[in-house]
């Protein structure tokens, strides 16, 4: 049974620092795996898609790799701005069956001015 | 491209009565997922559809759950009677057709169900 862990939990920073967020998942044959980014009350917004046989996406100042073997990804964050502020998630889909999207509880960011 | 469209966005309802979420998704989006997200926690699924077709269901509570997908297209997921721990956001998403090289998936803003 697929597992995915977000660490940190929670995480609070000045502006301007660079950061990484880390998600691992227990069972490594994965079709693709996706970053979102979550405002309070809000749905979820695609930040960055990774398919299985790529290695790394880039958007902007997110970058996000991806380590099938390890079971991790990591999500970077340039430069962080106060409106980076919110909870990100991770979510990995089967290799087969139903492609179904199992996420992670989230890593909630605070960017200070 | 129009995103995701959800209704409504916030519901209060008190324990045993019914309520029903609405989904309309991305045109040309053969999947379609309705998920429960319950305060800290990542989004669980309850079912996925492809095309009119249950696809997995396996964490709906089906003694009280129902969702159907007429046509394709649009989606409704129903509760009956409702739970105190029934209170959670409902996002829908979909994404194109299972198997596609590119399955990215594209929520709705969610419905905020209060069970009181």
């Known amino acids: 049974k697929q597992e995915v862990t977000q660490i940190p939990a929670a995480l609070s920073v000045p502006e301007g620092e660079n950061l990484v967020l880390n998600c691992s998942f227990t069972?490594?044959?994965?079709?693709?795996l996706q970053w979102f980014r979550q405002d309070p009350g809000k749905g979820l917004t695609s930040l960055l898609l990774?398919?299985?046989?790529?290695r790394e996406q880039t958007s902007g100042r997110l970058n996000a790799s991806l380590d099938k073997s390890s079971g991790r990804s990591t999500l970077y964050i340039a430069a962080s701005q106060p409106g980076d502020s919110a909870t990100y998630l991770c979510?990995?889909?089967?290799?087969?069956?139903?492609?179904?999207?199992?996420f992670g509880t989230g890593t909630r960011l605070k960017v200070l001015a | 491209e129009a995103g995701v469209a959800q209704s409504p966005r916030y519901k209060i309802i008190e324990k045993r009565q019914s309520v029903a979420f609405w989904c309309n998704p991305i045109?040309?989006?053969?999947?379609l997922y309705w998920y429960q997200q319950i305060l800290g926690q990542g989004p669980k699924l309850l079912i996925q559809?492809?095309?009119?077709?249950?696809?997995?269901d396996s964490q709906l509570p089906k003694d009280r759950f129902s969702a159907e997908r007429l046509k394709g297209v649009d989606s409704t997921l129903k509760i009956q009677p409702a739970k105190l721990e029934d209170s959670a956001v409902y996002l829908c998403?979909?994404?194109?057709?299972?198997?596609?090289?590119?399955?990215?998936?594209?929520f709705g803003q969610g419905t905020r169900l209060t069970v009181v």
């Open positions: 998403a979909s994404s194109r057709p299972l198997g596609h090289w590119d399955t990215e998936a594209f």
């Open positions: 990774i398919q299985s046989s790529q």
């Open positions: 045109s040309g989006h053969a999947t």
């Open positions: 979510a990995v889909s089967r290799a087969s069956g139903t492609y179904k999207y199992i």
């Open positions: 069972d490594s044959a994965i079709y693709n």
């Open positions: 559809f492809q095309n009119n077709g249950v696809v997995d």
